[in-house]
């Protein structure tokens, strides 16, 4: 009787351990697969099953001028948020990995604290800030808060890269006559893309999804898609928003499986 | 290696300047200045805090906010055992199923999730008809804008986290130990209990943990999902700077938010590392 591998586990508990987990695992799918279903359904009050299917939503998505704005803003803010994100985030991974100074470990905890502080503060925080610079309601606003909350994403995916990395494969490029840039970027470079780029995509994901800090940062000229999602699920439940929330969800799974092909491409 | 000690450093302080920089402007100052604004709005003081602990409503808004992230966290620890378990027993395939299902719930956006709970949940809503139609229930419940709304949508977000670190516990557990136990004449109630089960605690603790510093600090499902009554810590401290621009009391808020927050992260870091499991993974 082993309580770690199937084959001897008594069939009672054996079959009810299988029906509690399909019921947990149904319970986890059944709201993302409920909502791309609303999206195609025609009730406007959201009937299940839907009388009917239909694209009618998706048109007036995509007819309406301020959900085209939104979702571009959030593209804008989100692809801004992810160079800068992996820009500021590369040169200290290297500093991290290979550097031999004290205190590596509080810096690493500094960058990644982003990611342990509650969103609500630091929107709170950020908000405060920029109120009294007249700078809420700006790129410059939506992108800066974005780049702290994804930091630690890309800093975490760059460091795990570049800690697989063998480095003597970068000193023998420079024993060999070339410079230490030169080697970096011809021999390391190519070899940690993977890992940068699931950074990338990481805080590109953060930041599309980001809904606390923006609805902050927001103002009614210039708003992310989760932003105008929120404004109007204040107001009614429209299956418009199941749009919208099918195109997130749609776009998170296709970065989810980019940044795991990169991934599995990095650790080969 | 090729380059001399003082030039290394000056190297790597360069490399670090920009996360530095744009940290300290951007994250610890405003950071620093809304911890400072909790002692100094409207004058120098502890009155805000004192205010916090001593009306009855903000005391409310505390209780709530640990009340909904204890049932959280004992809820999704109840449902993700069985899943880590199943994740662990399944064979490889299955097991994959299980964690991309996790992964992909994980992942997907939370206000899309949200929506789509507050859609099911409402009185007119799924959840409500089944009930009906399988005769559990007469009367459509009220599962939205209360206190089981809230549960429900941040248990299911919840789960995920709880999974995870339990499931890698799980693996690192050798079955030997437990066939030890069967073999020493112990029945399977008592291998659960006695051995498996302790051996999986660090798993269950550090994901209660997470589970629990995440629930304190969650704003959009509880602003989504709960009522006026039973509102949280989070959703009050932006209440008070959006609708009374009350700085004082809100900074305040977010000071204790904090202060509790960075003491079980610590809690957490503590258990992970007395874990077997880092050991053994050398994690």
């Excluded at chain 2, 903000?58 to 049932?71: D, E, G, H, I, P």
């Excluded at chain 2, 997907?108 to 999730?113: E, F, I």
């Excluded at chain 2, 941040?154 to 693996?171: G, T």
Aim: net charge positive; aromatic share 12%.
């Amino acid at each position: 009787m082993m309580l770690l591998s199937q084959g001897s586990m008594g069939w009672k508990l054996k079959s009810s351990l299988y029906v509690i987990t399909g019921a947990i695992a149904a319970f986890l799918a059944l709201p993302i697969f409920f909502i791309v279903a609303l999206s195609f359904g025609s009730s406007r009050w959201l009937v299940f099953p839907p009388p009917a299917w239909t694209l009618k939503w998706y048109e007036k998505f995509f007819e309406n001028p301020q959900w085209m704005e939104s979702a571009m803003t959030s593209l804008k803010v989100a692809l801004l948020t992810s160079i800068i994100a992996t820009l500021i985030a590369m040169p200290a991974s290297f500093a991290l990995v290979r550097g031999k100074f004290k205190g590596r470990d509080y810096l690493y905890s500094l960058f990644t604290l982003p990611m342990i502080v509650p969103v609500v503060i630091i929107a709170v925080a950020v908000y405060g800030v920029f109120l009294n610079l007249g700078l809420t309601g700006t790129l410059f606003a939506f992108v800066v808060s974005h780049v702290i909350v994804a930091l630690p994403f890309a800093v975490i995916s760059i460091i795990n890269s570049l800690r697989l990395f063998d480095k003597s494969i970068e000193d023998a490029a420079v024993i060999c006559g070339a410079s230490r840039l030169q080697a970096i970027i011809k021999v390391t470079f190519p070899v940690i893309k993977p890992g940068i780029f699931a950074g990338a995509l990481f805080a590109f994901l953060v930041s599309w999804d980001e809904v606390v800090i923006s609805v902050m940062m927001a103002s009614p000229e210039l708003q992310t898609l989760p932003v105008k999602m929120w404004s109007t699920l204040r107001q009614d439940l429209t299956p418009v928003i199941a749009v919208a929330s099918t195109l997130l969800i749609l776009l998170s799974l296709f970065i989810m499986t980019a940044a795991s092909i990169a991934r599995r491409y990095s650790n080969r | 290696m090729f380059m001399t000690f003082s030039r290394e450093k000056w190297r790597e302080g360069g490399l670090l300047l920009p996360i530095l920089l744009f940290l300290c402007i951007f994250f610890l100052i405003p950071l620093a200045g809304l911890l400072l604004r909790s002692l100094t709005e409207p004058t120098f003081g502890m009155q805000n805090f004192e205010q916090l602990l001593a009306t009855s409503t903000y005391v409310q808004v505390l209780s709530n906010t640990f009340l909904v992230a204890a049932l959280v966290t004992v809820i999704s620890l109840v449902l993700g055992f069985p899943l880590a378990w199943c994740i662990t027993l399944a064979p490889r395939g299955w097991g994959r199923w299980l964690l991309s299902i996790i992964l992909l719930s994980m992942w997907t956006s939370l206000l899309a999730r949200t929506y789509s709970w507050l859609v099911l949940l409402q009185t007119s809503g799924v959840i409500n008809k089944v009930l009906m139609s399988i005769g559990l229930i007469d009367q459509p419940i009220t599962m939205v804008h209360n206190l089981t709304g809230v549960i429900i949508g941040m248990s299911y977000i919840m789960i995920p986290f709880v999974v995870l670190p339990l499931q890698a516990c799980m693996a690192a557990i050798d079955p030997m130990v437990l066939q030890a136990a069967s073999i020493c004449g112990a029945p399977a109630r008592t291998v659960f209990f006695r051995v498996f089960l302790p051996l999986c605690k660090p798993g269950l603790f550090s994901g209660a943990l997470m589970v629990f510093v995440m629930s304190l600090g969650y704003y959009v499902t509880p602003a989504l999902l709960g009522g006026v009554q039973n509102m949280m810590l989070p959703e009050f401290i932006v209440q008070q700077i959006q609708t009374f621009l009350n700085w004082g009391l809100a900074s305040a808020s977010a000071a204790l938010l904090i202060i509790l927050t960075i003491v079980m992260f610590y809690f957490y870091l503590k258990v992970q590392t007395d874990s077997p499991v880092s050991t053994n993974t050398g994690a």
